[in-house]
């Protein structure tokens, strides 16, 4: 069974209509695990989810000049700042 695959599109809103400028596609895997607390409670625990992100790419970029190499080079930022609230709840 292969890794499922990430898939996030960018949309901007380009005179008054929503322009969709670019899909990141990644395969990933989170790492989860559950802590006993308690004795009687069960607590998720997500690991570090910059490990499982793998064959990032680019696609549906042909709007932009950039290089999609540097697109793809975004994803692990986005999860940087995304983490915070993906494991707060």
Known sequence: MGLPD????????????????????ADVEIPVSLDAQGGSRLVPVIGDLSS???????????????????????????????APSLTAG
């Open 6 to 25: 990430l898939s996030l599109d960018f949309y901007a809103l380009v005179q008054g209509r929503w322009l969709r400028l670019f899909t990141l596609v």
């Open 52 to 82: 499982g992100v793998r064959n990032v790419r680019a696609e549906n970029a042909e709007i932009l000049a950039e290089d999609p190499a540097q697109l793809a080079a975004l994803l692990p930022t986005l999860l940087d700042l995304a």
